[in-house]
Nanobody, 127 residues
């Protein structure tokens, strides 16, 4: 049974930083492409960042490029999202997602491409 558990959310002032973690179990983590999505109140869930099974290949939404960094540690079955220079508009529930990836260079940016989802962690940025 695949489980994804996010942690690290919280309340932070604008300009601050947070590091989200997603612990995966029940899968061969190194074979899975991973992604982060977020959903703000009253809005649809949107793509934030993704990483291929090859850690050197990543993708970002334009709104977070240069501020957020996605990384993974296959030895710990974990994916991370380092968020710097946070803005009030980054306030949302953040979800991690996983999808088996046949190719090491695959970066998945669409919600419907992912098979497994975590429960989410709340990030609130105050102005």
């Amino acid at each position: 049974q695949v489980q994804l558990v996010e942690s690290g959310g919280g309340l932070v002032q604008a300009g601050g930083s947070l590091r989200l973690s997603c612990a995966a179990s029940g899968l061969t983590f190194s074979n899975y492409a991973m992604g982060w999505f977020r959903q703000a109140p009253g809005k649809e869930r949107e793509f934030v960042a993704a990483i291929a099974t090859s850690s050197s290949i990543t993708g970002y939404a334009d709104s977070v490029k240069g501020r957020f960094t996605i990384s993974r540690d296959n030895s710990k079955n974990a994916v991370y999202l380092q968020m710097n220079s946070l803005k009030p508009e980054d306030t949302a529930v953040y979800y991690c997602a996983a999808r088996y990836a046949r190719w090491p260079s695959v970066v998945l940016k669409r919600e419907n491409e992912y098979s497994y989802w975590g429960q989410g962690t709340q990030v609130t940025v105050s102005s």
